[in-house]
């Protein structure tokens, strides 16, 4: 099976504009997860999309947000960039329904610099 | 809630001695545990996971770990470290539903493997 794919791999914006990044999960995944990393602030989780909803939603402000298509691409959008939003973005699948263990399948990442 | 503490930022070992990553965990449920490894400039790759059945839990590329209860702590170790695990680890806990089924990171251990 492919893995999970990230569409761009590196991106580099300006402050105030916006950004989508794109996810294709594992082929029969459902679920979708989305994390940040930075040096500062480690991994932190974003949200997370299960059949179009979100199901879970982490500690980031209104500008992050995303969507999830029928066939369990996510996207995720980043309006009004700042500088601060400069990480890598992580995207994880899972073909966990609801319940046990919630083993998630992660992609390459997308570089995010805002200059 | 829950959390995770690594207790080293930085581990360095010489090639061929033992390799000993510390983690404690916190949860106010049955846990789910997992150790991911990151390589410079690439994803997130699952070494392993606790998830109720056998306490020591091998994963892959010789790692393994053990679950202790009564210490909260899930360490990973492997008998003799290659020059190809030099990477970034991380100890993850999830719960098995509702938002505790997100991933809570903890702040990852640098593994340097020296010649």
């Known amino acids: 099976k492919a893995g999970v794919t990230q569409t761009p791999r590196y991106l580099i914006k300006t402050r105030g504009q916006q950004v989508t990044l794109s996810c294709s999960p594992i082929?029969?995944?459902?679920?979708v997860s989305w994390y940040q990393q930075t040096p500062g602030q480690g991994l932190q989780f974003l949200f997370e999309?299960?059949?179009?909803?979100?199901?879970n939603k982490g500690n980031f402000p209104g500008r992050f947000s995303g969507r999830q298509f029928s066939n369990s691409r996510s996207e995720m959008n980043v309006s009004t960039l700042e500088l601060g939003d400069s990480a890598l973005y992580l995207c994880?699948?899972?073909?966990?329904?609801?319940?046990?263990?919630?083993?998630?399948?992660f992609g390459p990442g997308t570089r995010l610099t805002v200059l | 809630a829950q959390s995770v503490t690594q207790l080293d930022s930085h581990v360095s070992v010489s090639e061929g001695t033992p390799v000993l990553l510390r983690c404690n965990y916190s949860?106010?449920?049955?846990?789910?545990l997992f150790w991911y490894v990151q390589h410079p400039n690439k994803g997130l790759q699952l070494l392993l996971k606790?998830?109720?059945?056998?306490?020591l839990v091998k994963g892959i590329n010789g790692f393994e770990a053990e679950f202790k209860k009564s210490e909260t702590s899930f360490h990973l170790t492997k008998p003799s470290a290659h020059m190809s695990d030099a990477a970034e680890y991380f100890c993850?806990?999830?719960?098995?539903?509702?938002?505790?089924?997100?991933?809570?990171f903890g702040s990852g251990t640098q593994l340097t493997v020296l010649p």
């Open positions: 082929s029969g995944h459902r679920s």
């Open positions: 999309y299960f059949s179009e909803t979100q199901r």
């Open positions: 949860s106010s449920y049955s846990p789910s």
């Open positions: 994880a699948s899972s073909s966990n329904p609801g319940t046990g263990p919630h083993e998630q399948f």
């Open positions: 993850v806990v999830s719960g098995s539903s509702g938002s505790a089924r997100q991933l809570t």
């Open positions: 606790y998830t109720s059945a056998a306490t």
